[in-house]
């Protein structure tokens, strides 16, 4: 299915209640919604998407038990070793959005080489949200201006846009929550001002190409108004 949507960004959530609900570790989970991470990828370049931002490590997800946070960070690890040359062959570009400064200085070394190793390719851009929170980057955003005298006249939203992590990218046509939760938990709160928002209950580890798709088709139905009338805009949902 080919879809109007440019940029879709995802809440991948439901990963622990999956494994939970078959009496398995929750770490088997994040195994899975990893899998689940790389089939979307595909699917959503297969579906002509320019941009998919994955939200997959948040500011708050330092508060899980500890054993929890290193299993995770092993497995994106694990992720960025195992798929980077894939990704490039496929013509992927990838981002992170987040704060890496928190990350040990091996992990942020190998970051930096994997986002250099994709840099020029442009079929698909993929932006993984890693100790990303939506008030951190507008307060790191702040600090940014603060720190370089910008004058209060010179604040605009297109010039604030410029110093979010996310200024690579237009803003989200689509959010998808997985997991039945519906709260955007601390995500692209500047960036999701005029997204619509799609809440299902599956959880991430069985989101596939079909569920995609049934998320797709109500994005079709959509009628995005942007402040206008019904009227101005024309067409869609009336
Ligand atoms: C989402 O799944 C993955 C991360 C937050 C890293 P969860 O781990 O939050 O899964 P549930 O919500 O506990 O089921
Ligand atoms: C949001 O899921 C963060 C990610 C998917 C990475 P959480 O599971 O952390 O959200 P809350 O705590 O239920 O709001
Ligand atoms: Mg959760």
Known sequence: ?????????????????????????????????????????????ARSIK??????????????PREEVEGL??????????????LRQSGICIHVIGDLSRFSLRLQDTIRRT??????????????????????????????LMQNGVSPDDVTEQSFSTRLDTSFMPDPD?????????????????QLAYTELYFTPTLWPDFDSATLDEAIAWFGSRQRR????GEQVGGGRP
């Open 73 to 86: 960070f092993s497995l994106m690890e694990r992720f960025i070793a195992e798929e980077v040359d894939r």
């Open 115 to 144: 986002l250099d190793e994709t840099k020029d390719n442009t079929d698909l851009h993929l932006a993984i949200a890693l100790n990303y929170g939506g008030r951190d980057e507008i307060v790191r955003a702040v600090k940014g």
């Open 51 to 64: 941009y998919l931002t994955l939200y997959a490590f948040s500011s708050e997800n330092w508060n899980r």
């Open 1 to 45: 299915m080919q879809s109007r949507i440019n940029h879709l960004a995802i809440i991948m959530d439901g990963n622990g209640r999956w494994a939970q609900r078959q009496g398995l570790p929750r770490l088997k989970g994040h195994e899975m919604g990893a899998r689940a991470a790389k089939r979307i990828v595909e699917d959503a370049k």
């Open 174 to 190: 689509l959010l998808v929550r997985t997991g039945g939760e519906w709260r955007i938990s601390n995500f692209l709160l500047w």
């Open 226 to 229: 942007f402040g206008m009338t």
